[in-house]
């Protein structure tokens, strides 16, 4: 009697809350746009980690990405993450002091 009685109760309410009409759907209009909106700026993005692989990188952009890192690093709250940064930022160094003198 108990699986009757719920089964009922959930079909009521089933059919109570289908028969309640659904909000109209608002369409949302895409814009193209080539251009920045005022107040925005565009900032440039380099993928860290990717140039610490390249061997073609010029001095510039290694000193560039060890200077983020470190940056990176000291936002970073302490733990194994920010030594993982700190440690790349130290290869990069050491390639920028060889580069250097080779």
Do not use: H
Request: glycine residues 4%; hydrophobic residues 40%.
């Amino acid at each position: 009697m108990v699986g009757t009685s719920d089964k009922a109760v959930s079909e009521y309410l089933d059919t109570l809350f289908l028969d309640i009409p659904l909000p109209p759907v608002q369409e949302f209009v895409f814009q193209l746009s080539d251009s920045v909106d005022t107040g925005y700026r565009l900032v440039p993005c380099t993928d860290l980690f990717a140039v610490m692989n390249e061997s073609k990188s010029s001095l510039n952009e290694i000193w560039e990405v060890f200077l983020q890192l470190l940056l990176l690093g000291q936002q970073l709250p302490p733990g194994p993450v920010q030594a993982y940064v700190f440690k790349q930022s130290q290869i990069l160094y050491q390639k920028t002091q060889l580069r250097q003198v080779g």
